[in-house]
């Protein structure tokens, strides 16, 4: 079945240490992107890709990198540069706009600073 | 730095009410937008979307309506029932997929 998946679903980062979250979908989608959400608040935009080997920064970028070499992968790092990391992590791919569900959402990750 | 994500607003509905959930949006060239509800740590599920040619569309029990003018989008659900209780989000889909703030939907007994 075509889908987007994430990994890990949880994850643990030392201080000081970089992490790397996977996002991976074989729906064929141009567009990928990550997002940021904190407990009780809303989904804000790190990077986003339309097309391979091309990506922007979004909202929040700092103290994250990402990487579109695949057109299935958008891998998010997150640095030791960003200094409150624990969040819950969603990756999004879309084809465009088209009526109903066309995009598609991970289960998310869930990284935790120790 | 890194901005402070505000906290959600929250809406109290009796079950069996109807709930309106409102978000406005700031690019007056978008032209497809989407509701999204959202369970605690899960990722959003696909509730709706209309066109920017559209002022209303309804599906099963929820109607979104659009205006363009005040560019402003809610989301109405009937008979509202426990297990709408969530956290509901526009999106606004130009060049890249932006979430509004959202709303935390609480359904009561």
């Known amino acids: 079945d075509g889908g987007i998946t994430q990994s890990p679903k949880y994850l643990f980062r030392k201080e000081g240490q970089n992490v790397t979250l996977s996002c991976e979908q074989n729906l064929n989608h141009d567009a990928m992107y990550w997002y940021r959400q904190d407990p009780g608040q809303g989904l804000r935009l790190i990077y986003y890709?339309?097309?391979?080997?091309?990506?922007q920064k979004g909202d929040i970028a700092e103290g994250y990198s990402v990487s579109r070499e695949k057109k299935e992968s958008f891998p998010l790092t997150v640095t030791s540069a960003q200094k409150n990391p624990t969040a819950f992590y969603l990756c999004?791919?879309?084809?465009?706009?088209?009526?109903?569900?066309?995009?598609?959402f991970g289960e998310g990750s869930w990284l935790t600073v120790v | 730095g890194e901005s402070v994500g505000l906290h959600l607003p929250t809406l109290s509905v009796q079950e069996g009410d109807n709930s309106i959930i409102n978000c406005a949006y700031s690019?007056?060239?978008?032209?497809?937008f989407i509701w999204y509800k959202q369970e605690s740590g899960k990722g959003p599920q696909f509730i709706i979307d209309?066109?920017?040619?559209?002022d209303k569309r309804q599906g099963q029990r929820v109607t979104v309506l659009l205006n363009k003018t005040v560019k402003h989008l809610s989301l109405q659900i009937a008979a509202t029932q426990p297990g709408d209780s969530a956290v509901y989000f526009c999106?606004?889909?130009?060049?890249?997929?932006?979430f509004g703030t959202g709303t935390q939907l609480k359904v009561e007994l």
């Open positions: 999106a606004e889909l130009g060049n890249k997929l932006t």
């Open positions: 690019n007056s060239a978008s032209d497809y």
């Open positions: 209309i066109r920017s040619n559209m």
């Open positions: 999004a791919s879309t084809q465009g706009r088209r009526f109903g569900n066309t995009i598609y």
């Open positions: 890709s339309q097309i391979v080997n091309d990506f």
